[in-house]
């Protein structure tokens, strides 16, 4: 750390690298052109930009793991149960192929479009001979399936012509159109495969006619606003990105007052510019905010980024979950009220966590600041992770933080939205970790990887992350290769993290650590995080987890599940003893070795006294007695691989007696 | 008490007055051709029996109150509003008198009938030849639109001929049939009047054709079983009893299985004489067990009795809400998971505690014990007058126990089943105060009345009831005329009572003080409860209020409002003071006088400096102040009639700082 062009910024106290502005974009380079979910043009307004993802590989650790399992197991399984579930067959009924009635759910032909997607980005980093012709013969059938004029939706197409744009509100067509166009930009990047791309616009250009000129208002269900910038990105067509400027302002003008939910349900209480809180259902909520905020990257419109700044505010400090869940309601899939955050009934759908993952990584390309990317590691360790059985097989839907009773995973539902979710994102994970903006490449999300990047300005880097992050804190960056003019590296310092150094010197949380240097092949960086187990607490007005704790360590959330407890011991009688710390405990075998944490605790029986439902508060609980035990923690995203029981992450602190 | 006739037995340690037994009936008299909702017949297996209402009239206090604006005001506007909503009109296109496309839900049918159980129930014992004449037009209106072979239902006669019977999930026919009985029942029963009851007989008996030798199964809204319990003791035909059995036997076969909700929400995954537990859709979970209990009561089959005394175990001991509600889902309006009692999510519809009510009722005629009264009465004084304003215009359907944004009373809703079934239960109120077995009078409710009843095995008895109850907790019983045979006068002491003395002598709360003697005229009992204000606790399992207190007064829970808080403090900021008492606080004003009650409590401000929503547990939040402040809590039924605003009935306990 003496070198004379080096420079360590202790971040203590820093504000945002750069503070967000509505005028001019930077003065980095194009992505256009480049492997990556979200391609900002070269006059767009981020101050941090994806890099090509051709430079990246995962190499190890969990994030490894995870895409192994999908690549090996789900993406095959994904397509064995849509064939199951009829969900290609509707396509082939739609193209004229196969006779029959068309069955599931009205939306299952975007199930079909990300799974083309997923495995789109899947092949340009773990080539599968498999997967590519069978992605071949159903982009074939998508493109069979394809009216004259555009249209594309089997279920209008398998019998029901009336029904097109009939029903706005709860048909998602434009939803389907949104994954469909998604889909094709991801083939078109990841291979230069074209072939859905014209499917795609033609079918944009049918919804532009029928939008933007003609008489339909917009879709109950956004997605395809974050989608029709990406195809305007793609196709440098801007009639795409007035589309999707003209749907998302249509919104909040009561267009579905007389439908199934309330107005907020579909965001179309109050325009998006004036809206002030995150609402509605949660993924239609999330979708809409990835997609503003594309187009605030595009148009530079001030309004659109306050009113994402404004909901990002509302949602972060009074709607998230501790897992980085967001939707409280089952009723309508909903966000709640502030605080509003039931663990039991927590609904946390897992498409709702990747729809934050994405529009926390817009916004982190927007403003630069390390708190976005915080809520995508939140998100994507905690209540994305959970929804993916540890084999790859099932799935959940909905992701709770408290299970009396346990929860079962799903091989595949009706409403298959999640699984093929979880494979787009698992896929697409490497377009994540880092981004690069003038002389600066920021380190985002730690993994195993070795990354290759052009940093503007300076030139082609290449450095190895060496690390067993999310279970170590240790991360050391090597350069492989560097140009010569001087260029900085960030680090990413966690908000959780209590401590953290890089090559023994403190840096502060929260923000990221800076090192300008000329740098050399061989130089290397040790950024140290503290990971060790430690006790959270909730905001006192999260009425629902009152008096309770949880434990994380690191990124990762931990919970108790009933599997883990003595027998004779229920998880509804187990409390925390005052004042106990938790504690690492080795690695727990039956969860494939991820590290358990252990704490004291306390079990209370009634000893089988009978135990009224409300009693006098000064009167004692007969029967009641209580004994210490240690009780084992474990990851939450591991939870429900044990067979069903019951589970919990925030526990009550023992109550004085 | 020296009289050597007299005998007051106190009840401390007692069991229930009787053993309920699934053998042979008791030998009170029948109660058949007496006015009265429930009327087992003359062979039915209880232990008490209704008395007939027109010896009871309720001439002061509360209940007076409420009853006499549903006279003055709920029940015209009733019949207006179902004018405006088409409601009315729909029957009158089912009789060809109008023409039209029919509108309202499919179930809307049913607020006719019950609002014309209402109106019968009400002319008995409050004359008004307005609502008569009204209720007459009506009932011929009904008479009308009845098709030829029986078939009565504005759904399906308004050009829908094809659904008849083709949606026995959601379609409510048997439903809407069940309220046309009990208003049919109840026509006959208070005026002598048939013309609705001919109907009903000719509707059963289409029912009986297709259900008991049709090929139809059974209804996804139970509500006609204990309907068609009633016809049968109105009119002595057992095939209506027999027919209720069928149709409950009949569920718990997996009917719905590919219905909308999961077979719990129609009662159909298990069979009513196997099932464990209360579950699913709270509406129709109470109102099958009403017509079970009903069914147990005429038949005397044990396994009946058995289940729903397991229902009811299950129910009061971990999915009752303090106020009497159940139902703590919005998703399936559902009973949840056992423990599972949200205060803010509460769904606890006004239906449901008026179901809770009905069954209630029927297992204290079965058993005798006066715990059924006790959750009649925590029932009605809490969640269900909560679902009703002061002013009688406006309604609830949903009556949560906590509402951070304040929650709006409707006048009338689209699915309008609660707001006329607040008006039949008033209208009947009076059904519900007494009891009699051989040679016993039993007081269940308390009202100010004068209770005229024929004490089996004694003779005519006449009492004058003077209290002020729920208010206060005095109760003077006077005789006014007695048989010289001996009887018992049972007072029901509520469990809530901490302490209790009929005329000094110190009595047992949960069970009856029992005073039999030799009657004469002017005779006074004295009955005192405490009702001083009290802190209620709830079980530790119960995780969403943990570290919470509640406060009632009498059978009356309390709430604190926002309305009732000085300027610039949120209720979400406020807790008790640890140890602070309630003491009474003078009458409310602008709540029509009832008893305010105070508490000491603790305000605390974060000074505007912002909160993240979870934090290092060790950290102390940045901020924070409290100070004192005396707290006034009002009746929780009370609530959102001054517009709205926030409310809590659970309340935390001030944590150390």
Chains 1, 2 share one sequence.
């Not at 199930?111 to 997923?118: F, G």
């Not at 078109?188 to 795609?200: H, I, N, P």
């Not at 080795?586 to 089988?608: K, M, W």
């Amino acid at each position: 750390m003496n070198n004379q062009d080096e420079q360590l910024e202790s971040a203590a106290g820093a504000g945002p690298i750069v503070t967000p502005t509505s005028g001019a974009g930077t003065s980095v380079a194009s992505t256009f052109g480049a492997v990556t979910s979200v391609a900002p043009t070269t006059s767009a307004h981020v101050r941090l930009r994806p890099i090509d993802a051709r430079g990246v590989a995962i190499d190890g650790g969990l994030l490894a793991e995870r895409r192994r399992t999908n690549h090996e197991v789900t993406l095959l399984r994904g397509l064995e149960e849509m064939e199951r579930a009829g969900t290609v067959q509707n396509l082939r009924i739609a193209a004229g192929r196969a006779q029959g009635e068309r069955t599931g759910m009205v939306f299952s032909d975007s199930d079909v479009y990300k799974w083309l997607e997923a495995v789109a980005w899947e092949l340009e980093h773990q080539p599968s001979a498999q997967l590519q012709q069978l992605a071949g013969e159903l982009t074939e059938l998508v493109s069979a399936a394809q009216q004259e004029d555009g249209y594309l939706n089997s279920y209008c197409q398998a019998g029901k012509p009336e029904w097109r744009w009939s029903d706005l509100e709860m048909g998602h067509e434009l939803y389907c159109a949104g994954h469909l166009i998604q889909a094709a930009v991801a083939a078109a990047r990841a291979s230069g495969d074209t072939q859905l791309l014209d499917v795609a616009v033609r079918f944009a250009d049918l919804i532009d006619r029928e939008f933007q000129d003609g008489p339909r208002i917009t879709d109950g269900h956004p997605e395809v606003e974050l989608a029709l910038v990406e195809l305007a990105r793609q196709t440098g067509e801007q009639r795409y990105l007035r589309l999707a400027d003209t749907l998302v302002s249509r919104r909040g003008h009561a267009t579905f007052v007389n439908a199934t939910f309330d107005l907020d349900y579909y965001q179309d209480a109050v325009p998006v510019r004036e809206q002030p809180s995150l609402v509605g259902h949660a993924v239609r909520a999330l979708y809409l905010a990835a997609g503003v905020t594309d187009i605030y990257t595009e148009t530079g419109e001030s309004a659109l980024l306050e009113s994402m700044q404004r909901q990002w505010h509302d949602a972060t400090e009074t709607k998230t979950y501790l897992t980085g869940g967001i939707g409280s309601r089952h009723y309508g899939e909903a966000i709640g009220d502030p605080y509003e955050l039931p663990p039991d009934r927590a609904y946390c759908e897992t498409c709702a966590a990747i729809a934050s993952f994405m529009w926390n990584w817009r916004l982190l390309l927007v403003t630069g600041e390390t708190r976005f990317a915080d809520h995508m590691e939140r998100a994507l360790y905690n209540a994305f992770l959970a929804g993916y059985s540890l084999d790859g097989t099932s799935f959940f839907y909905s992701n709770p933080l408290q299970s009396r009773n346990g929860h079962t995973r799903h091989h595949w539902n009706p409403v298959a939205c999640c699984p093929p979710n979880i494979m787009r994102l698992l896929a697409s994970m490497h377009h994540y970790l880092c981004t690069v903006s003038d002389a600066g490449l920021q380190l985002q999300l730690y993994a195993a990887s070795t990354v290759t990047a052009e940093v503007p300005g300076a030139g082609p880097v290449e450095l190895a992350i060496e690390t067993d992050y999310p279970w170590a804190g240790t991360i050391a960056v090597t350069v492989r290769s560097s140009p010569e003019a001087p260029w900085t590296l960030s680090l990413r310092i966690p908000s959780w993290a209590r401590q953290a150094t890089v090559d023994g010197q403190p840096v502060a949380a929260g923000d990221y650590a800076r090192i300008t240097r000329q740098w050399q092949a061989g130089q290397r960086v040790l950024l140290e995080l503290d990971i060790s187990p430690r006790l959270t607490s909730a905001n006192p007005h999260v009425d629902a987890i009152r008096g309770c704790l949880a434990i994380e360590r690191g990124p990762i959330v931990y919970c108790f599940e009933a599997a883990d407890l003595p027998d004779g011991v229920e998880l509804a009688d187990i409390a925390l003893e005052p004042g106990a710390e938790p504690t690492d405990d080795g690695l727990i075998g039956d969860l494939g070795g991820v590290p358990g944490v252990e704490i004291g605790g306390i079990a209370t029986s009634f000893n089988g006294v009978a135990q009224t439902l409300y009693a006098d508060a000064h009167a004692q609980r007969p029967g009641r007695t209580s004994s210490p035990l240690q009780l084992r923690a474990i990851p939450y995203f591991t939870w429900a691989n044990r067979g069903a029981g019951a589970m919990r992450v925030w526990t009550p602190v023992r109550e004085p007696a």
